[in-house]
């Protein structure tokens, strides 16, 4: 092979599918805190000064992030969502602050989240106006980045609302450069897919040369309904999504919804363990300041972030379906491969899923190690193409393990066995 062949065969393996965003962000999918699930848009302060959107929730979330090992965990963005914002814009046409909620502003809030060793997240929309009503960012694109940069924001997430679908792309890519014009590293999280869906497919590899993130479906709700239906919607369009997310650019299934109200514990561990095996941006919307130390621990689980973090960046997928179970895989670094079983019978009680019986399994022939995560950690040990390992798994629950290949020499084999 010559050597110039050599180098282009090398270059199309280390190269993900299509060309990322190249910001140098995102290289794992993004950890941390959003306000919208749950603080939605709370802006009276009078009554509920707890839960409303202010400087207050965000400065506390961060003083959360750092006390209860948070950070230490990975979670690094504190996200401000909708209403953050004045109604008017100032004498030079920039977004401001509502006084009265952020009586600092930005930059001020952007310097406390700073001292805490963490990054800060805003948003702002394509569009006339933001979902919720505040000012949007249409004709305004370069003047709100370099007011994002001048705050020393770190995220923007940059919603779709009231913009003529066919202007999508466009106001999507003139963000994204007029972001990179200022200068200042600031990870940028688009909904773009989710508003073209509607009219016509998008095209994803546009949209991984402009986005670090990128929602493309519904809302997430505090319900097991909702968690469903965003799985079932990525399963549904796996073909299409899948190959889009790596190093650099992420397909964003919405916030975790762990820790608040709507899901049992089960739920909440198939919520954990399967936007790990998406390569999901894992953003909490939850109040840290009262949560229970179940969801704690499942959202702080060292084994779980591993896989979402693993340093391959390839999303996994669903490779099995039937008798009520669903089976997703995500391929990981050194060969090994992450994989969910998730029991989707909401009656009875656990029911036994014979894991060896999946196509993957073969990476255990002739041997492979094999550890449990959820719903506990256990060491499963050496097993081989013929083991019959029956997994438990709870009703709407999952069971999440890795299984590592080893090979002829009883050594860990990093060597592709494809
Ligand atoms: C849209 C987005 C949500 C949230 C709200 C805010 O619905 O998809 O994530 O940002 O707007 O208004």
Request: net charge negative; proline share 6%; hydrophobic share 35%.
């Amino acid at each position: 092979m010559s050597k110039m062949l050599l180098l282009l065969v090398l270059l199309s393996l280390l190269s993900p599918a299509a060309e990322a965003l190249v910001n140098g962000l995102a290289l794992k999918p993004t950890m941390g805190w959003l306000h919208w699930e749950r603080f939605m848009c709370n802006t009276d302060c009078d009554t509920d000064p707890d839960n409303c959107i202010s400087e207050r929730l965000y400065m506390q979330m961060a003083d959360m992030m750092v006390k209860d090992g948070w950070k230490e965990a990975g979670y690094e963005y504190v996200c401000i969502d909708d209403c953050w914002p004045s109604y008017q814009r100032d004498a030079r046409g920039r977004l401001q602050a509502d006084p009265k909620r952020f009586p600092g502003g930005i930059k001020k809030l952007a310097d406390y989240v700073h001292s805490k060793g963490l990054k800060l997240g805003i948003y702002a929309d394509v569009g006339e106006k933001t979902c919720a009503g505040y000012p949007g960012s249409l004709g305004y694109y370069e003047t709100d980045a370099q007011t994002f940069a001048d705050w020393d924001v770190d995220l923007l997430k940059f919603d779709g609302c009231n913009l003529k679908w066919t202007l999508l792309g466009d106001g999507y890519i003139k963000m994204s450069e007029a972001l990179n014009k200022t200068g200042r590293s600031i990870l940028y999280s688009c909904e773009w897919p989710l508003y073209e869906w509607p009219f016509q497919k998008p095209n994803y590899t546009a949209i991984r040369e402009t986005c670090n993130h990128w929602r493309n479906f519904n809302d997430v709700f505090d319900s097991w309904n909702s968690i469903k239906s965003i799985l079932d919607w990525t399963a549904s369009h796996q073909d299409i999504i899948v190959p889009s997310a790596g190093p650099g650019g992420w397909n964003d299934p919405d916030m975790l919804v762990i820790g608040n109200f709507g899901l049992s514990h089960d739920q909440q561990e198939s919520q954990m363990a399967l936007w790990a095996i998406m390569a999901a941006p894992l953003l909490m919307s939850n109040d840290l300041r009262d949560i229970c130390p179940r969801s704690k621990d499942l959202l702080q689980n060292r084994r779980i972030i591993e896989i979402s973090q693993d340093p391959l960046g390839k999303q996994g997928h669903r490779s099995a379906k039937g008798n009520h179970f669903e089976v997703w895989e995500r391929p990981l670094s050194k060969n090994r491969l992450a994989v969910a079983v998730l029991n989707l019978q909401e009656i009875g009680g656990p029911r036994g899923f014979a894991i060896s019986g999946v196509p993957s399994w073969k990476v255990c022939d002739p041997q492979c190690n094999v550890t449990l995560i959820l719903p506990q950690y256990k060491e499963m040990g050496v097993q081989t193409k013929e083991s019959k390992l029956i997994l438990k798994v709870n009703p709407s629950g999952t069971a999440l393990l890795t299984v590592t290949p080893i090979n002829d020499f009883g050594r860990l084999h990093w060597k592709n066995t494809n």
